[in-house]
């Protein structure tokens, strides 16, 4: 009987200890940080190419196939749209973490009549780029891009604007902080990554950003500091990322600063608000002298 217990008295020690432990491994694998790192799919969703990658022409303006190497030697295809006029600007389109860039023939469109050329680019294992997807390395691929213009294209970099779609603007701001630019467009995206998950996860409260993803994607320290000019834009119905992330964002931002608030625009869907997207997108270049 004693010895019984003695085993129960060794069990009721034990087990809290072993709970705990199991306690702190969930927190652990739970984490940003961890989940980020080990399940791409909770964030990158790609695509492979489909029906649309046999467009032609937007606006009249031809599709020129365009094909470049990241630092880790996957190759990297994008699509430019040149205007006739080659003092136009030049857009650099980072897109958003879902689909390719062949769901964007409708912004380009209209960054097309907004008057700026556009080169859009698929990241690693989106549409026809090759590699694994991963935060870092939508970071490196972006910079890959914009090596791809100033070296192989030979634009200068006070012609090319830096546009970063939903979570591309977290390697877009990694961009600006790096290079030369004649301009920044940020399109509903966040401050950082790690805010706006808490936002949108209750959970994701109790980490510390020391456990956040990485990179971070912070996006809002790099726009307090010096910048090239900057016009935000974000729909007043996004149901992804909040309105209120382009407000904290705009608040923050140093100068030259624009904002363009899209009364009925959601995450993914600007029609209704065209005409005031493209006409804001012209006044930005303009006043911006890019």
Known sequence: ????????????????????????????????????????????????????????????????????????????????????????????YSHGNGGNIGNRLMLVKWLLDAGASVFLFDYR?????????????????????????????????????????????????????????????????????????RKRVWFFNIYPDLLGPVPPLNNICVIRGRHAPLLIIHGELDEVIPYSEAEENFQAASSPKWFLKLPHSKHSDKRIDALMYVEGVRKFLISSRI
């Open 1 to 92: 009987m004693s010895v019984i217990v003695k085993f129960f008295d060794l069990l009721k020690s034990v087990i809290p200890v072993a709970l705990g432990l199991v306690a702190v491994g969930c927190l652990a694998y739970l984490s940003p940080l961890v989940l980020t790192s080990v399940n791409r799919s909770l964030i990158l969703y790609p695509h492979p190419p489909g029906p649309e990658y046999r467009i032609a022409s937007v606006n009249g303006v031809q599709r020129e196939d365009a094909y470049f190497r990241n630092p880790e030697g996957n190759k990297l295809h994008g699509w430019f749209f040149q205007l006739p006029n080659p003092k136009s600007p030049v857009i650099l």
């Open 125 to 197: 294992a989106y549409g026809k780029s090759e590699g694994t997807a991963d935060l870092s390395g939508i970071v490196t691929d972006t910079r890959a891009a914009y090596d791809y213009l100033t070296m192989t294209r030979k634009i200068a970099p006070s012609k090319i604007v830096l546009y970063g779609e939903s979570i591309g603007g977290g390697p877009t701001c990694a961009l600006a902080k790096e290079v030369p630019a004649g301009g920044i467009i940020l399109d509903s995206t966040f401050t950082s990554l790690m805010q706006v998950a």
